[in-house]
């Protein structure tokens, strides 16, 4: 889990998702990107409600996605044999992430992504949203039902083929992961789930600073710039497993 100011509302997720997926005993590993706020010590704090958490604080600001990658690669040195990748903002409700392990665990399937519904998202984020989903099938040649999303449960060897593919220092790792799934035809389940506001006082957070509902500001054009760029000059690479593109 990759987190930026997020103190607010991150206790109150975790603990949904520790209730909800008890039956796992899971262990939370909280990558912290040098946030502003008191996100490391919140996360914390909940050791003493017994549940189990690792916070690592990144050595500088990485960005999203480093951070994502950062976390997954510390979730499997935990040695277990599911690793759930979900933001910090709490977008997500337990009972939905629940649902997807337990997909997970008894189909056989690599990867289950989970694909967002009921998204209040302006025009733009909606056409952006659309562009990364064509992105994906010009490479894959399968259209993901939402190429971005930051919610995935991955079967341990399928991670680690899949995190050798992926460059250093991405900056949209999940846009390239739902490229290689589909490339390297991994076992691919998509499972509708609930979309819910950012936890805490601000629903919008302060990654993209202050916008405008119907137009994105200056911050979020760039990232986009940003991301197309890496997206053109990085190929998609080799499967590690059956040398496969």
Known sequence: MPAWNEAEGLPEFITELNNALSAWSPTFVI????????????????IQFGISIEVHTNARNLGH????????NLGLALKTDYVIAVDGDGQFLGEDVCQIMKILEDSGADVVEGVRTNRDDPLYRRLVSLATRMLVATRARVLPSDANTPLRAYRTQALVSILSGLSDQPTTPNLTISALCRRWRLRIIE???????????D???????????????RRFVVFCVRAAREWVAIPVRRNSRTGSR
């Open 31 to 46: 990558v912290d990107d040098c946030s502003s706020d008191d996100t490391a010590n919140a996360a914390r704090s909940l």
């Open 65 to 72: 996605g480093p951070s994502t990658v950062n976390a997954l």
């Open 191 to 201: 499972i509708p789930v609930r979309s819910i506001s950012r936890r805490g006082s």
């Open 203 to 217: 629903p919008q957070g302060n990654t993209w600073g202050q916008t405008r509902k119907h137009l994105p500001n």
